[in-house]
């Protein structure tokens, strides 16, 4: 900067000391001359500007740093924005995980209710089983025709059998004895029946019956029952309860026609013969 001014101090020295020589030489201008010269002022000379090193230095420090200080805000303002993306990537990431987490637990709970039903379905059937295995049934043994002669009354043996293994308890009965030329339905109809008392039927334990018929054997009845013209039916209906209180009822039809020979079983017909 210094060099420059004095280059300058320089020029300027040199333009006095050559214009102060040449004024004496010069003749004086006319007033044409004048005129001219006052028309066209001097055309003014450019002066060159020359920066001091320190500030030419500062200000290119000023211009780096602000460059520089503007590639960082860019580079930062990526940054931010990469960061917002892998910010909003790994939400939807954690999204999608929340969701498949929340579609396992709820995929979980109806497999746990599904499992329930399914193990009180089976508690259910379990019990049911037991009560089926454990409870009373009874049944019919056999019916047998132990006396069937003339003149005297039909006697007729009724046994029954608990074949469960549990206790029948409140068991009861009715029953008839009829002859008929047709066989019936297994509706009762309407006939009056013998009944016995209530009594529990044990395990295994054997219970019978004796009807007291009233029918005597006449020769007509002897003739149409051994040739087969008509038939003997036994028939009835027994009741009880099982351990768990639940009713259960036995309804039979034993029939025989034909020749008797005492003790003659009767046997069970197609139709009537059912239990719960």
């Known amino acids: ?9 320089i020029a300027l020295g040199l333009t006095l000391l050559l214009g102060g020589q040449a004024e004496p030489d010069q003749p004086e201008a006319s007033a044409g001359e004048a005129a001219t010269q006052e028309q066209w002022p001097p055309l003014p000379l450019p002066v060159q500007v020359v920066e001091e090193e320190a500030k030419k230095e500062a200000r290119e420090r ?14 930062a303002q990526r940054g931010m924005n990469e960061a917002s993306q892998r910010m909003a990537d790994a ?5 999608w995980i929340v969701g498949f987490g929340t579609a396992l637990v709820l995929a979980t709970l109806i497999v746990t209710v599904l499992a329930n039903k399914a193990a009180f379905k089976m508690i259910r059937v379990t019990e049911d089983t037991a009560r089926r295995q454990l409870r009373a049934y009874v049944v019919i043994d056999k019916v047998e025709i132990r006396s069937f002669e003339v003149g005297k009354p039909l006697d007729i043996h009724i046994s029954m059998k608990n074949c469960g293994q549990t206790p029948a308890s409140d068991y009861r009965g009715w029953y008839t004895i009829d002859i008929t030329p047709y066989i019936l339905s297994g509706e009762y109809d309407g006939i ?17 019956a004796y009807p007291e018929s009233p029918i005597i054997v006449t020769q007509h009845f002897f003739d149409m029952i051994t040739k087969g013209t008509e038939i003997l039916r036994v028939w009835g209906r027994d009741e009880y309860t099982d351990i768990f209180g639940k009713s259960h ?13 005492c003790p003659q079983r009767m046997l069970a017909h197609k139709e009537g013969n059912r239990t719960s």
Not at 1 to 9: E, K, V
Not at 91 to 95: G, M, N, R, Y
Not at 194 to 203: C, I, K, M
């Open 91 to 95: 939400a939807e990431v954690q999204t």
């Open 249 to 261: 009822f036995l309804e039979y039809r034993y029939t025989h026609r034909g020749p008797v020979k």
């Open 1 to 9: 900067m210094l060099r420059g001014y004095r280059l300058a101090i």
């Open 62 to 75: 000023i211009e780096q740093d602000a460059r520089k200080r503007e590639i960082d805000d860019l580079a």
């Open 192 to 208: 009056s029946y013998e009944t016995w008392s209530r009594y529990p039927l044990g395990p295994g334990m054997p219970a019978s």
